[in-house]
Structure formats: C-alpha cells, structure tokens
C-alpha cells in the first residue's frame, strides 16, 4: 500500500508539473500532493487526513523554512479535510494553524503574508458557519478581513468581503444590498482570472470557488425576488465556470458549479411553470453526483444528494407526481446516511425537514396516513436513541420534523387530535435548543414553524 502511494504521488507530481527535486517551490516535500492545494481534490479523505497530518509534522519541525508558511498551508489542508468530512475538530486545527500563521507573520511584520494568513482565516469561519449554522462565524470572519488595510487586500479577500456582505445583507432581507454585493464579486473575479492565467494550480481552483459563491448569493436573490432573469444569470455563470474546468481532475469544483447550474434550472422551471425545465435541472443535479463519490468526499456527496432531492421534490410539486416525492425521499435518505456521522451539521436539518415535508405530499396525494405512521415512528425512535442531554442538536432536529409530521396529519385528516399542540411544544423546545446552542439558521427554521403552526390554529 505504502508503494502503491508512493506511485500515485509521484503520477500527481509528474501530471502538475513538479520539478523533478520531488517539490514545489515555497512548497513543503512530503505527501502525495507535494504543498500543491490543487491536486488535493484527487485525494479521497483517508488519503486527505495523511496529507494534513504530513504537513504538520513539516510545519513543526525544528529549523523549518519560512514556518510561517509552512503553519498556513496546513491549514488550507485541514479545512479542506473539514470541508468533505464535517469534522468539527479538523475544522479547529485548520483554525489554529492558521491563527499560529497569523502571529508569525505578524511578529515578522511580513503584511503580504499576514493579509493571506487573515483570509484563510475567514475562509475557516465561513466553513464553520456552513456546516453548523453558526452565523455569528460571519461576523467573525468579517471582523478578521476587516484587520487588513484596504490596499493591502488581495483579490481572494475582495471576493471574501462580497460574499460575506451579501450573506448578511440576505439575513436582514435587505436584497438592494445584497444585489450590490453581487456587482462588487466582479473587480476581484477579475482579478483572480488574471491570477489563474499567470499560474493555474491553485488559482483556477480558488477563482471557481468565488465564482460559486457569486452565483449561490445570485440564486438566493433570485428565489428571494421571483426574478427570472437573475435565474438565468446563475445558469449561464455556472455553465461557462464549470466549462472551464477538467471533471477528472478537478472533480468536486466541477460538481459544485454543476450542481448549482441544476439549481438554477430547478428555480427557472418553477418561476415558469415548465416542467421540462425542472427535468434539466434533475439531470445536471444526476451528473454532479455521479462526479463525486461517496467515500472521496462525503460531505460534497451528501450535498449532491440533497440538491437531487430538493429539484426533485420541485418535480413532484409541479406534477403532483407521487413518485417523484418519493425519488426525493430516497436521495435525503442517501444523503442522511452520510449525514448522520456528524449530527450538528446544519445540512443535517435542512434534509431532514426537506423529507418530511416529501412524506406528507406523499401521504396527502394518496391519502396513506400509514406513510406518516411510518415516519412519525421513525423520528420517535430517533428521539428515544438521542436523548436530548447528549446531543442537543440532534435532538432537537428530530422534535422539528416530528412536529411537522403531526401538522401534516392534521391537514389530510381535517382533525385535530391534539396533535398540533404536541407539534407546538416540540417546536418550542426545538427553539430553545437552537437559540441555546446559537444556530441561527435552526432558530429561524424552528421559528417559522411555530408562525405556521399559529396561522392554522387562527382558521
């Protein structure tokens, strides 16, 4: 095995263009990738968590050359690793490394690299704020950026500082402001395609990054608005992105952009009532998961899979098909059981209020309330497997959708057994654990729930 990396390492050198001493310039020289970030991709996350361990070791090594550097290529390595698995602590080591990065740069008075250090910074936050729902990460990471003079801002943290505004501007559903940040994404796109030009590797890789997340805050503007037009934008940015990349070798940036172009197609189709569209939409979202499998990155996976699911569950509402509910349901399947490892995420929730809502269209099209016994028996189970002591979040997760199954009922039925009561305190109790834990994101879920609930109890 030991040889057979060794092979594959030195295939990923000799392919990307590695001198033959075996390194990169600035670069460290141990691992598969030899510090080249680009050919982490091709890594699955065995072999991923060996590159991070490896860069540490050069990182702490006595005598190390420019340790500083060494300290924050570890930390892309780690959030990478963070990124696929959802693993909260190779998030904190990423973190710490490049915290440690930071103040040696900082101590040397080294600026170029201490405004790198304090990107990748905010880079982790984000992370942090995706997988678990933390939104006070945001103002964290907006806090670190804005440390940096403005000239001496990089384009990476131009990028950073517009997806952070329009992150914010969303929350506060001021969408004039979040359209601005959109138009301030093109100095440093730019920018960044200057970069990729001059030195490839790493930089397409970064350029397709923040050309996502230009195109996740066109589509939310997009579905916030009704607005067609910004929904075709999104599908023809995240076409022309993801022609500019290789799927073989750059196989998870691919999907990302390829997912979001289903997406795009999803919402197109929903704004024009045409199915067709959605049915595009599936397919592009069918592609993006079969680039990506489930063991090389499970995280990207599982987002693959509920993405599938979500434009499949948009088919079932255009068509009033019972099947396609039930398609959507078997992709939050798959993607649950990858999410269940990590049982804080955020993605975790979403799926699973995503699938029972699909049970009750299920339920309510055929009029087989033993679907809802079925999942209601299911989440019971859960509940009593994660007491609420030891993983909250979890728990409170399972009372959310739980209490959504019993409002579905109530809909079908045209009864209330006293059903939406329980469904009341549930979401109660799913509020306070949120609002505890300080996930935003599952606070506003919980909280939207509870004004359902009051408008249904008021006919």
């Known amino acids: 095995m030991r040889v057979a990396m060794f092979e594959f390492g030195r295939d990923l050198k000799r392919l990307f263009g590695v001198d033959a001493e075996g390194g990169f310039k600035g670069a460290w020289r141990e691992g598969l990738t030899g510090g080249d970030t680009s050919l982490l991709e091709l890594l699955d996350v065995r072999l991923l968590a060996n590159e991070a361990r490896s860069a540490d070791v050069v990182a702490g090594r006595i005598g190390a050359k420019d340790r500083g550097a060494r300290l924050l290529e570890a930390a892309v390595v780690w959030r990478e690793l963070a990124r696929r698995t959802g693993d909260a602590a190779a998030l904190r080591k990423g973190a710490a490394q490049a915290e440690a990065a930071a103040k040696l740069f900082e101590t040397e008075r080294r600026q170029d690299a201490l405004a790198a250090a304090r990107c990748e910074q905010a880079v982790?936050?984000?992370?942090?704020?995706?997988?678990?729902?933390?939104?006070?990460?945001?103002?964290?990471?907006?806090?670190?950026?804005?440390?940096?003079?403005a000239h001496q801002r990089t384009a990476q943290c131009g990028a950073l500082a517009a997806g952070l505004d329009g992150r914010v501007a969303l929350s506060e559903n001021n969408l004039e402001r979040a359209m601005a940040a959109i138009r301030?994404?093109?100095?440093?796109?730019?920018?960044?395609?200057?970069?990729k030009r001059a030195k490839g590797g790493p930089a397409r890789l970064l350029l397709a990054d923040q050309r996502a997340a230009r195109i996740e805050l066109i589509l939310a503007?997009?579905?916030?608005?009704?607005?067609?037009?910004?929904?075709?934008?999104?599908?023809?940015?995240?076409?022309?992105?993801?022609?500019?990349?290789d799927p073989d070798f750059e196989p998870l940036a691919w999907a990302r952009l390829q997912g979001l172009?289903?997406?795009?197609?999803?919402?197109?189709?929903?704004?024009?009532?045409?199915?067709?569209?959605?049915?595009?939409?599936?397919?592009?979202?069918t592609e993006a998961v079969e680039a990506v499998p489930a063991d090389h990155s499970p995280m990207d996976w599982a987002r693959a899979q509920a993405g599938l699911g979500a434009a499949l569950q948009a088919m079932g509402e255009a068509s009033t098909s019972e099947r396609a509910f039930e398609q959507a349901v078997m992709a939050y399947d798959r993607a649950t059981q990858t999410l269940k490892a990590?049982?804080?995420?955020?993605?975790?929730?979403?799926?699973?209020?995503?699938?029972?809502?699909?049970?009750?269209?299920?339920?309510?099209?055929?009029?087989?309330?033993?679907?809802?016994?079925?999942?209601?028996?299911?989440?019971?189970?859960?509940?009593a497997a994660a007491p609420g002591a030891r993983d909250p979040a979890?728990?409170?997760v399972a009372q959310m959708n739980l209490a959504r199954l019993y409002e579905a009922?109530?809909?079908?039925?045209?009864?209330?057994?006293?059903?939406?009561?329980?469904?009341?305190?549930?979401?109660?109790?799913?509020?306070?654990?949120f609002s505890e834990l300080g996930l935003r994101s599952l606070t506003d879920l919980a909280a939207q729930g509870l004004q359902r609930l009051k408008q249904a109890q008021a006919v």
Do not use: H, Y
């Not at 009922?409 to 549930?426: F, K, N, P």
């Open 124 to 149: 982790l936050a984000v992370l942090g704020a995706d997988l678990f729902g933390d939104e006070g990460l945001v103002a964290a990471a907006s806090a670190t950026l804005a440390r940096t003079p």
């Open 184 to 195: 301030a994404f093109e100095a440093p796109l730019r920018a960044l395609a200057a970069v």
């Open 221 to 245: 503007c997009a579905e916030c608005l009704k607005d067609r037009l910004l929904a075709e934008q999104a599908a023809a940015e995240a076409k022309t992105a993801a022609a500019a990349l």
């Open 261 to 285: 172009r289903g997406a795009a197609l999803v919402q197109l189709g929903e704004l024009d009532g045409e199915i067709s569209r959605i049915a595009d939409g599936v397919e592009a979202l």
């Open 342 to 383: 990590q049982p804080a995420l955020a993605l975790r929730a979403m799926v699973a209020n995503n699938r029972a809502l699909c049970l009750a269209r299920c339920a309510e099209l055929t009029a087989d309330l033993a679907v809802l016994d079925a999942a209601e028996l299911a989440f019971k189970a859960e509940l």
């Open 394 to 396: 979890s728990w409170a």
């Open 409 to 433: 009922r109530v809909e079908i039925t045209g009864r209330d057994d006293g059903r939406l009561a329980r469904a009341g305190a549930a979401l109660a109790c799913a509020f306070d654990v």
